[in-house]
């Protein structure tokens, strides 16, 4: 995904939840709304799948182990080398999403080789996109 693919998508996640914010105090006369209670159970694993050592390396491929209640949960990688930002990638973990496409490939036009400090996060979406909720994260270390 390149940056400015990146700017736009959050560019708009601000203004759906901005316009979402709105439209929940709207509905109740300008009144602060009452977050329904909800419990979502969550957990999220790194699965190292082509790993000789037990440890990720640069160019391999992971997946994960997710539970989750959630309707729509995916999981999101994001790489760093020091400060430089060199990988992301986002995909869906719940019925319906392929199974094949449940694979991060640990490389990407700009992270070309070397170590790398990874975050993944499991979080959840409604159909349209709307009520990102964090469920969980790990971090992890790319060899090279």
Not at 103 to 130: E, H, K, P
């Amino acid at each position: 995904m390149s940056r400015k693919s990146l700017v736009i998508f959050a560019l708009i996640f601000a203004f759906a939840v901005t316009l979402g914010s709105a439209q929940a105090l709207a509905t109740r006369g300008g009144k602060k709304a009452t977050p329904a209670a909800t419990t979502t159970t969550s957990s999220l694993v790194l699965v190292l799948i082509d790993s000789r050592d037990g440890a990720a390396h640069w160019g391999q491929h992971i997946t994960f182990d997710v539970t989750s209640s959630a309707r729509y949960s995916f999981v999101r990688v994001d790489c760093y080398q020091a400060t430089v930002w060199v990988y992301e990638q986002s995909t869906g973990f719940y019925v319906g999403w392929p199974l094949d496409q449940r694979t991060f490939t640990l490389r990407s036009s700009v992270w070309t080789g070397g170590a790398a400090d990874c975050t993944a996060l499991l979080y959840s979406t409604d159909a349209d996109g709307s009520n990102f909720q964090s469920l969980a994260t790990t971090t992890f270390h790319v060899a090279p």
